[in-house]
């Protein structure tokens, strides 16, 4: 397995503009979370879905923040419009949960936000 | 709810030392443990998890970590480390059962840079 892929690697972008990060879970996992890391805070979760639906999105800073799961190959984490102080790195991971909880989670090589 | 403390935001040792990182969770209920490793510039890597059976767990690159019920400590432990063991390792907790929507969610805690000098 190759693991969980995000994508991009590194986006530099200019305040205002929009911005689409990208996660394709590892195949068979069915929970995904997205979580956002800061010198400042540290690792944040962001939301996290459920077998493609959002359970909790109370981690989202604002409404500028979005994600879907359109299916269980795939996610989306966008922000619109980029703002400087959303420069972090962005992490996808995902986990099989079963009848007997979690089994830990797989991480994502992030992507690293810069917004100028 | 559950919660995870770290006791040390930092800890510098020199190469082939012995090093300790503390965790303290605190929950209502039987939970699960867990140690990550982040290297510069990667992502969270699962290091060791405690589930059930022996309280005490290996892990990769000789690492352990010893679960303490009484004390609500995993503290993880390597007796003598390398250079390459320079990271921020962050330890999480998961709750056993079902609760609501959030079935078994790990609770990570801010982590601890372990600096390794020569």
């Known amino acids: 397995d190759a693991g969980v892929i995000q994508s991009p690697r590194h986006e530099v972008t200019e305040m205002g503009q929009e911005v689409t990060l990208r996660c394709k879970p590892i195949?068979?996992?069915?929970?995904l979370f997205w979580y956002r890391q800061t010198m400042m805070r540290g690792l944040e979760l962001l939301i996290y879905?459920?077998?493609?639906?959002?359970?909790?999105d109370s981690g989202m800073p604002e409404d500028r923040f979005s994600a879907k799961m359109p299916n269980a190959s795939f996610s989306t984490l966008k922000i619109q419009p980029s703002e400087p102080r959303d420069s972090a790195v962005y992490f996808c991971?995902?986990?099989?949960?079963?009848?007997?909880?979690?089994?830990?989670?797989?991480f994502g090589s992030g992507t690293r936000l810069t917004v100028v | 709810a559950q919660s995870v403390t770290q006791l040390d935001s930092q800890v510098p040792v020199f190469e082939e030392a012995p090093v300790e990182l503390r965790c303290n969770y605190s929950?209502?209920?039987?939970?699960?443990l867990f140690w990550y490793v982040q290297y510069p510039n990667q992502g969270l890597q699962l290091l060791l998890k405690y589930l059930s059976g022996s309280t005490l767990v290996k892990g990769i690159n000789g690492f352990e970590a010893e679960f303490n019920k009484s004390q609500t400590s995993f503290h993880l432990r390597k007796p003598s480390v390398h250079i390459s063991d320079t990271a921020e390792y962050f330890c999480?907790?998961?709750?056993?059962?079902?609760?609501?929507?959030?079935?078994?969610?790990?609770?990570f805690g801010k982590g601890t840079k372990l600096s390794v000098k020569p």
């Open positions: 929950s209502s209920v039987s939970v699960y």
């Open positions: 991971a995902s986990s099989l949960k079963g009848g007997q909880g979690s089994w830990g989670y797989t």
């Open positions: 195949s068979g996992h069915n929970s």
């Open positions: 999480a907790v998961s709750d056993l059962f079902f609760v609501g929507g959030s079935q078994g969610n790990l609770i």
């Open positions: 879905f459920n077998n493609n639906v959002p359970i909790d």
